[in-house]
């Protein structure tokens, strides 16, 4: 998501954009992808007035040098793996490199603030911004606040990512108070996981192919949630799941098949081969038979139910945010519009599949029970 972001950061007129990587061949074909995708967005008289592809990609520098690349950096944002380990030696290094004034923003989809800032040296200055990819697309921004994050480094913070374009229209940046693992809208999909991984290893045992799966949940996403998995990266899956495993429950384990396809290198899309075969980087199965098991409205239970924890943290005052960022994040509807009617029968829904899954996280909360959530709209 680096190169995505550096190119909405040149978009919104910033007149040095540093691109960083690891190796300069790395670097160079993200360069080469915001310079296509800003050629495509010319094209179509997308990019904002005064602007062409070409004297935005002036603004882009390319630097290998990590030492360099952060020499003059006002606001870096690293977009690293999500593996905690990985992000708290970064984050010691951009400590140690960058102006002392420098903000330094974490992408993290999932992780604490606090812990990828403890070995910064300056917490107070580390922010949560959470990009949804396609971010030239997309409006959200979930920013987030450590423990010690200042508030003039959340007002600072608001004001650059306001100057981010996106072509659905103005920015949402909730700010979040408090920390969550996964914030709002993979704290509320990634628990639908549960679920997702339920479905797969029991599809596998009964010898129901995936596509079929998929095929059910045409009328929530266009991209069926098995293809979604290997289009983002099972390695994500497997990561992501493994750090709700460690700090929320055990049960959000990836389980066995993501588990194997994962210690075989089959990655999804990028290796060509995951839960699905990809040629040439795409998908070709059927969605003409259905296997009957996915229930929309269960997944919705289930999001209800996580949005409701949420309020019951306080983690969000109020549910439309809620319901806003599902929105802005995902392109679909949060599930406290249908929940305000549907919380009953849905309470009823997740009882029975806890019953029957044995997965005791996703447990109807007090709240959702009691439907006292219609009450707490902001």
């Given at each position: 998501m680096g190169h995505e972001i550096a190119q909405v950061a040149l978009m919104g007129g910033f007149k040095t954009v540093i691109l960083n990587d690891l190796t300069e061949e790395i670097i160079n074909k993200a360069a080469i992808k915001i310079k296509n995708s800003l050629e495509r967005l010319e094209s179509k008289g997308k990019l904002n007035e005064g602007y062409t592809a070409t004297n935005l990609m002036d603004n882009l520098v390319k630097?290998?040098?990590?030492?360099?690349?952060?020499?003059?950096?006002?606001?870096?944002?690293?977009?690293?793996?999500?593996?905690?380990?990985?992000?708290?030696?970064?984050?010691?290094?951009?400590?140690?490199?960058?102006?002392?004034?420098?903000?330094?923003?974490?992408?993290?989809?999932?992780?604490?603030?606090?812990?990828?800032?403890?070995?910064?040296?300056?917490?107070?200055?580390?922010?949560?911004?959470?990009?949804?990819?396609?971010?030239?697309?997309?409006?959200?921004?979930?920013?987030?606040?450590?423990?010690?994050?200042?508030?003039d480094t959340v007002k600072i913070v608001k004001e650059i990512c306001e100057k981010f374009p996106a072509l659905q229209g103005k920015r949402l940046l909730p700010i979040l108070q408090k920390e969550s693992p996964g914030f709002i809208v993979n704290r509320l999909t990634i628990t639908t996981g549960l679920y997702l991984i339920w479905l797969l290893e029991y599809s596998r045992e009964k010898g129901i192919p995936l596509e079929n799966v998929d095929a059910d949940a045409e009328s929530l996403a266009e991209i069926g949630p098995f293809a979604k998995m290997d289009y983002f990266g099972l390695d994500t899956t497997y990561n992501v799941m493994s750090y709700f495993a460690e700090v929320l429950s055990p049960?959000?384990?990836?389980?066995?098949?993501?588990?194997?396809?994962?210690?075989?290198?089959?990655?999804?899309?990028?290796?060509?081969?995951?839960?699905?075969?990809?040629?040439?980087?795409?998908?070709?199965?059927?969605?003409?038979?259905?296997?009957?098991?996915?229930?929309?409205?269960?997944?919705?239970?289930?999001?209800?139910?996580?949005?409701?924890?949420?309020?019951?943290?306080?983690?969000?005052?109020?549910?439309?945010?809620?319901?806003d960022t599902m929105m802005a994040g995902m392109n679909l509807p949060g599930p406290f519009g249908p929940g305000k009617r549907s919380y009953e029968k849905w309470t009823r829904l997740l009882e029975d599949f806890v019953e029957n899954s044995g997965i005791k996280y996703l447990k109807p909360c007090k709240l959702m029970k009691s439907g006292d959530f219609v009450n707490m709209r902001k």
């Open positions: 630097e290998v040098n990590l030492e360099k690349a952060l020499s003059n950096a006002d606001f870096i944002v690293e977009a690293i793996p999500e593996v905690m380990i990985l992000k708290r030696r970064l984050f010691e290094k951009l400590g140690k490199f960058a102006p002392k004034h420098a903000i330094l923003a974490t992408n993290t989809s999932t992780m604490s603030i606090s812990e990828i800032a403890s070995t910064s040296g300056r917490p107070d200055k580390v922010i949560g911004c959470h990009f949804f990819t396609p971010i030239v697309v997309l409006r959200l921004i979930e920013i987030i606040k450590g423990k010690k994050t200042s508030e049960e959000f384990s990836p389980g066995k098949t993501i588990s194997n396809l994962v210690n075989n290198g089959h990655l999804g899309k990028k290796t060509g081969k995951g839960l699905f075969d990809w040629k040439d980087g795409k998908l070709n199965i059927s969605k003409t038979e259905k296997a009957g098991l996915f229930n929309v409205e269960l997944f919705m239970a289930i999001q209800l139910n996580e949005g409701c924890r949420l309020l019951e943290d306080k983690i969000v005052s109020g549910y439309k945010i809620i319901d």
